[in-house]
């Protein structure tokens, strides 16, 4: 499977080396309030809701990389 900024927060959190990844860029997303609504979100979806954390530069960053993990 490819993961993306579209796959859902659940996809990244339930692999292994994606959940990994969010862990170590992402911490504040493991253990945020609202997991359990934004766990069928994408990235690109829940980043509005950032307050700046996932721009644009920021999400393309994170999509290159996701798109390295097998």
Do not use: C, W, Y
Not at 10 to 24: G, S, V
């Amino acid at each position: 499977m490819a993961f993306s900024t579209n796959s859902t927060v659940k996809e990244l959190l339930d692999n292994e080396q994606t959940r990994a990844f969010i862990e170590e860029k992402m911490p504040e997303l493991i253990n945020h309030p609202a997991l359990g609504m934004i766990k069928n979100m994408s990235l690109k979806a829940i980043a509005p809701f950032s307050g700046g954390k996932l721009n644009d530069e920021v999400l393309a960053s994170i999509d290159e990389a996701l798109q390295k993990i097998a």
